[in-house]
Structure formats: structure tokens, C-alpha cells
């Protein structure tokens, strides 16, 4: 008996069509799908919440005790502290805009744009820089200008535009809505005289206890 043989053609077999892996291969490629979901929305939290925290690390804060200067001009030296023309305190450099201080102190109404400032009412004597700043230290007070409180109030909201791109703390001294009224008072009714403490510790909100007893009718810082 002659059999007759079949040939069988060897090839490459493929179980993409099977019917019984169809259903497993859907469901591997949902799971893979799933994943890269998750993995995008991961990226997109950890983007926007390192976003975040440089935004909160570059913005200004008034909160704390950041601007303060210890309890005497020795002590304000010794934590790195300067005297502040504009803000009439001793600021740490952080507090500091020194391109609009160096900018205040040409804008003033004395020789050479400097400004003038007196040791009483009467401007009987001439204080240099040095000896204003050493008035935080005795509670004292010096006498200056109408022409210097306009420029004082114009240059603070200055440095507060400025913060946001300098990154300099504006202290709660004037941080606030209060001065910003004292200051429309000052163009409204600027007084014959004007006035000033020295302070060490910008970050308090409340006037200093010496200053309550210092006229109200004078206009003071």
C-alpha cells in the first residue's frame, strides 16, 4: 500500500489572532496604559509643587522678627545690622533695598542732595548720619524736613513694588495699612515740622511707650 504523505510548511506561528490570548493582551496593555497615567500625574504634582515652594522661598514676608536689631546700636552692629536712611531704623541686610538708600540720599533738599537733619524743632544744630542713628540707643529723636516725610512715604511703597523682584523683606513697621493712612494724611495736611524716632525692632506693629507721650500735633514718622 503507497501512503501519500502531506507536507507540512515550517514557518513562524503567531498567536496574535488566537482567540484565547486576545482577551490577556487587552488587558496587559490597560494595565501599561494605567500606569502612564499615574506616571504623568506624578510628574505634574511634583512640577507644580517645586513651582510652589521656590515661589514661596522667592515672595517677601513681613512675618517674624526678621527686620529686627537687638536692643542697642552695639548689638544692631553685631548681628550685621545698618542704619536706614528711608526707613529711619537699623535694618539686618535682608530688610535692606541699598540701591533705593543709596538713590534716598541724593534726593534730599540740603547741599549735594543731601538731606538735613536737626537735633530739635528749632534746628539749632545739624546731626551727621552717625549721630541720628545713635538716637535708638536714648529714645531720642530727630528733626527734619516736610520734603523728607513726602520722600520717605514715596520711596517706601518703592521698596514694597520693589520686594517682588528683590526679594527684600518689608518690615511690619510699615508693612501695613496704617502708615500707608499716615502717609495720605501727610500730602493731605503735611504741618509745619516733622519728626522721628530711631527704632531698632521694626518687626513691632504698636508705637514704641516713649513715643505716646510725644506730641500729636507735630508730624512724626
Known amino acids: 500500500m503507497v501512503h501519500e504523505y502531506q507536507k507540512i510548511e515550517l514557518g513562524e506561528t503567531s498567536n496574535e489572532n488566537d482567540p484565547i490570548l486576545e482577551p490577556r493582551k487587552r488587558k496587559r ?17 511634583l512640577a507644580l509643587a517645586a513651582a510652589i515652594a521656590l515661589y514661596m522661598q522667592s515672595r517677601p514676608t513681613s512675618t517674624g522678627t526678621r ?11 553685631a548681628m550685621g545690622c545698618k542704619y536706614d536712611t528711608i526707613a529711619a531704623a537699623w535694618l539686618p541686610p535682608q530688610c535692606i533695598d541699598s540701591e533705593l538708600v543709596a538713590e534716598f540720599d541724593k534726593m534730599g533738599d540740603g547741599e549735594n542732595g543731601t538731606w538735613q537733619y536737626w537735633v530739635d524743632a528749632e534746628h539749632s544744630r545739624l546731626l551727621s548720619i552717625d549721630e541720628v542713628g545713635a538716637l535708638a540707643d536714648t529714645n531720642g529723636f530727630f528733626w527734619t524736613t516736610t520734603n523728607w516725610h513726602f520722600m520717605h512715604c514715596f520711596y517706601y511703597w518703592r521698596k514694597q513694588q520693589r520686594a517682588r523682584f528683590t526679594g ?4 511690619p513697621r510699615y508693612d501695613n495699612e496704617r502708615h500707608v493712612k499716615h502717609c495720605g494724611q501727610i500730602f493731605k495736611d503735611p504741618g509745619p515740622i516733622a519728626y522721628s524716632y530711631v527704632e531698632l525692632k521694626s518687626s513691632r506693629l504698636e508705637e514704641p511707650e516713649f513715643l505716646k507721650h510725644k506730641g500729636q500735633n507735630d508730624h512724626k514718622l
Open 168 to 171: 527684600v523683606l518689608i518690615e
Open 29 to 45: 496593555l490597560g494595565y501599561v496604559t494605567i500606569l502612564i497615567i499615574i506616571k504623568d500625574v506624578i510628574l505634574v504634582v
Open 67 to 77: 527686620c529686627d536689631c537687638g536692643s542697642s546700636t552695639a548689638e544692631a552692629r
